[in-house]
């Protein structure tokens, strides 16, 4: 069970040691998930599974992002959990945060015995500040009110895997091995974290577009640029 009295080490290990059983899961549950995909007419569409394990309730989440992501079979799977920060700490804003990864990218991370693989070999650390900071700057403004579950899939549909670039121009976040890593949100705004090891990851605020400096700005819009030429050239849909 994840504690707030947990290290990073300990909090980590949680979300490695059910990799087995949620990728079980996701071979039990595939076939019926592409069935169901099939005939579903909004988008994005999801399909939801929950398990148990060691006092920790996992959501395994199948979405569909669009009609065309549906013609190509296209699914995006992630696993996750919730922990609690009970007791106020300073400068911390308390509540729920989430552990989550790719089961199928950790499990084949897990059976390379750490050899990178295809896919997400890494889990992420969402902070219980970063998602208080989403709920103020993101979906206050725009009049969307949601339940936590509903939260975590509204930023992870926003979230785009190839907007995580390094930024070594805060010295705050590059001393030693620690690096800042940014991922610019789908719409504008922007999540602010940094790489712990070599697979897990920790964001710890969101920051609104209206918030940036002018080089972060200019970050994004080069960052979408390059995107929007990978599409052009088939390299994403």
């Given amino acids: 069970m994840i504690l707030q009295t947990m290290n990073d080490s300990e909090k980590f290990y949680e979300a490695f040691r059910i990799t087995n059983k949620a990728k079980a899961m996701w071979d039990d549950v595939k076939d019926d998930v592409l069935d169901r995909f099939s005939r579903g007419t909004r988008f994005p569409y999801y399909n939801r599974y929950v398990f148990d394990d060691n006092g920790n309730r996992w959501r395994m989440v199948f979405m569909c992002r669009s009609k065309e992501h549906k013609k190509k079979r296209l699914i995006h799977t992630f696993c996750y959990t919730t922990y609690s920060i009970e007791k106020p700490k300073k400068d911390i804003n308390c509540g729920k945060g989430?552990?989550?990864?790719?089961?199928?990218?950790?499990?084949?991370?897990?059976?390379?015995?750490?050899?990178m693989p295809d896919g997400m070999g890494f889990i992420c650390d969402i902070t219980p500040h970063a998602f208080n900071r989403y709920t103020e700057r993101y979906l206050k403004p725009k009049g969307l009110e949601l339940d936590f579950d509903r939260k975590v899939e509204n930023m992870l549909l926003r979230w785009k895997w190839f907007d995580v670039i390094g930024d070594k121009s805060s010295d705050k976040y590059t001393k030693d091995t620690i690096t800042s890593y940014d991922v610019f949100m789908q719409g504008g705004g922007m999540l602010r974290g940094q790489v712990l090891n070599g697979l897990n990851m920790r964001f710890?605020?969101?920051?609104?577009?209206?918030?940036?400096?002018?080089?972060?700005?200019?970050?994004?819009?080069?960052?979408?640029?390059?995107?929007h030429q990978l599409r052009r050239e088939g390299m994403f849909i």
């Fill in 98 to 115: 989430i552990l989550w990864f790719d089961p199928v990218g950790l499990y084949k991370n897990v059976q390379s015995k750490g050899k």
């Fill in 204 to 227: 710890f605020t969101y920051v609104s577009e209206d918030m940036y400096y002018s080089n972060q700005k200019e970050r994004q819009e080069k960052i979408f640029q390059e995107y």
